[in-house]
């Protein structure tokens, strides 16, 4: 049953040299050297969705159970909490809009409180204008929700 090459090698010594190379490979990356899903920095994103909290110590995953969501911002981002619970934190994904995503919002679903946020008015007032408060509507599975306003594509 063992067959052999032209040059008389037999297959079967060769197909447990490769077997071994890629399992040695899987066991290198589980052992650390593959990419981590834990401590995670400030302002990178994070999956709401994940069981544990990935960000770094101190961080939280904006929207994920009980940490607030960012003001105007389609994504999610490692960020700092105050004593309050309000996120704050100098990094630009960690701010109302988070560098962009208001203009993101705003160029997807024409989003009034976006589309104004995006253009200087003040947050709050740009929260008066928006229905969901300046969160980025989810659904049950956190993939953004179609929009239901009249006119939407």
Known sequence: MN???????S???R??????AIAAAVLIQGAGC????????EGDRCNPNDAHNECSSGLVCTGQRSSPAIAFCPE????PLDSNGNITGGNANC???CNGGAHSICIANKDPGACAFDTGTPLAEALAMDA?????????DGAPEASSEAGDP
């Open 11 to 13: 297959m079967f010594p």
């Open 132 to 140: 969901d408060g300046g969160a980025a509507a989810t659904a049950d």
């Open 95 to 97: 701010q109302p809009g």
């Open 76 to 79: 999610n981002y490692c960020c």
């Open 34 to 41: 593959a990419f981590s899903e834990t401590n995670t920095p």
């Open 15 to 20: 197909a447990l040299t490769l077997f071994g």
């Open 3 to 9: 067959s052999t090459l032209e040059k008389g090698l």
